[in-house]
């Protein structure tokens, strides 16, 4: 069997894992990056919608993008348009192109030395005298090797094997498992360069076409797009409900008529971070860690920024030799006061949104529209109506959810945000 030595082996080269190992590298650790796959096998998503922070990481170009974004629209329930712009005309986000993407990132990756090991599957931990000592590997399948290392990184991704393996696991509760379909479309008539969000589109004006449902459209460059139809009243489709949709829409929608589906993607992200994402000689990142920021799904720039804050860590362990859970868990408190009340925010905002009856999605967006999507009090005061916390309340009590302190949220939320463009792009 072949051995191998190092400080810190990092499992998965996702965009996590890539920048988990750079950084672990860059000051000087022993780096090994195992991966299963040939290249980093991404989730199967078409629409990836990154903000422009991205930018600081990785060379954005044709090939990692396909389409800048300045601007959003959204179409509320009984047809009113909000749309917004970047003022100065810059790009705010990108539909990344993931097959390159995570390629990309993985070149600038091994710049450092790093010892990639591709074709090389995680398949259990080293443990000796009830401590973690690195991982036991397969490398195409046939041959068994032996990373021994002070630090596991778990960089693994939502099946988080790593985690499961070190004892930090929680099953995922099916209200906090967010399902998406993932279409991409041969022909759309969209702007190029603007992301749309439909909710609840009606074909007639008069009935529902498809309760239930939002749409999410990425131009994907070259005419493309991809869509997403997602349940607004829920986190999960009944089985088969999204196809359903998904074809009643493409039918009757005019943007759509003439377009065809040419590949289909989806997956579930989690909605809810683990309790506990470190644990002796372990530290999770990204997906393997459930820190996929809801409602938007920005679980790239969580991945790699969580693989910064770990990969920093790691370096402190190694300086000072110490590589218990309490050491590695300033990774985790760092990240809960970076990121956690955003976090939070997001979390509500999503349920919150699945929550809200279509009369109050037309009042909210007609008074954002007057408003030029701004959040003033007129606004929160529409939030708070008696009425609509009633039965924001009752919905939220039926999926077992604790009754959060709506004022408190409000103003947690106002910390953060100052319009709608805001909770996209900021
Ligand atoms: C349908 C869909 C739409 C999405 N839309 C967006 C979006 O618009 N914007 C956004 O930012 N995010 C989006 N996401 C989420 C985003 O794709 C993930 O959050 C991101 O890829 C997480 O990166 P990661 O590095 O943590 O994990 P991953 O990208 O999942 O990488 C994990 C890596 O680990 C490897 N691996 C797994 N097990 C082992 C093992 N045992 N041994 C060795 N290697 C292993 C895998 O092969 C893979 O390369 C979407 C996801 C889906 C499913």
């Known amino acids: ?35 299963r796959k040939e290249y980093p096998s991404k989730p199967n998503s078409m629409g990836c919608l990154v903000s422009r922070r991205i930018a600081e990481y990785v060379h954005i170009d044709k090939k990692t993008t396909s389409a800048p974004i300045y601007g959003i629209v959204q179409t509320a329930p009984d047809g009113t348009e909000i749309s917004m712009r970047e003022p100065d005309g810059y790009e705010v986000a990108y539909v990344l192109n993931r097959d390159t993407f995570d390629n990309e990132l993985l070149k600038i990756t091994l710049k450092e030395n790093i010892e990639y090991m591709n074709r090389t599957r995680a398949t259990g931990l080293i443990r000796e005298d009830g401590k973690i000592r690195g991982i036991e590997a397969k490398i195409d399948e046939k041959e068994d090797v032996e990373i021994r290392s002070n630090i596991v990184i778990g960089a ?12 930090i696991y929680e099953r995922l509760d099916p209200n906090d498992a967010w399902v998406v379909f993932d279409n991409l479309l041969d022909y759309s008539d969209i702007d190029e360069h603007t992301y749309y969000q439909i909710i609840g589109w009606r074909s007639d004006g008069k009935v529902m076409a498809y309760p239930n449902a939002a749409w999410v459209l990425y131009p994907k460059g070259e005419g493309k797009t991809a869509l997403q139809p997602m349940p607004y009243h829920s986190l999960g489709w009944q089985k088969g409900e999204a196809k359903n949709a998904l074809n009643y829409f493409m039918k009757n929608h005019p ?16 909605a809810v971070p683990l309790k506990r994402f470190t644990t002796d000689n372990v530290m999770l990142i990204g997906d393997a860690a459930h820190l996929n920021m809801m409602p938007w799904a920005d679980g790239v720039m969580t991945a790699i920024e969580s693989g910064v804050f770990a990969g920093e860590r790691a370096v402190e362990a190694c300086e000072e030799g110490d590589f218990s859970s309490e050491f590695l868990s300033e990774y985790e408190k760092r990240w809960n006061r970076t990121y956690g009340e955003k976090k939070m925010i997001g979390y509500y905002i999503a349920k919150l949104a699945q929550a809200l009856p279509d009369k109050y999605w037309n009042i909210f967006c007609h008074r954002l529209k007057e408003d030029n999507a701004k959040f003033t009090d007129e606004l929160f005061k529409v939030i708070k109506s008696p009425k609509l916390i009633s039965k924001i309340l009752f919905k939220l009590k039926k999926e077992g959810l604790e009754i959060p302190d709506l004022l408190s949220f409000g103003s947690l939320f106002k910390k953060y945000y100052r319009n709608y463009w805001d909770t996209f792009f900021e």
């Open 255 to 270: 943007l759509f008529k003439k377009s065809k589906i040419i590949d289909v993607g989806g997956g579930v992200l989690p």
């Open 156 to 167: 693994d991704g939502v099946e988080h094997k790593i985690g499961r393996w070190a004892g």
């Open 1 to 35: 069997m072949r051995k191998i030595k190092c400080d810190v082996v990092v499992v998965g080269a996702g965009p996590g894992g890539s920048m988990a190992a750079k950084t672990c590298a860059k000051y000087g650790l022993d780096t090994v990056l195992v991966e």
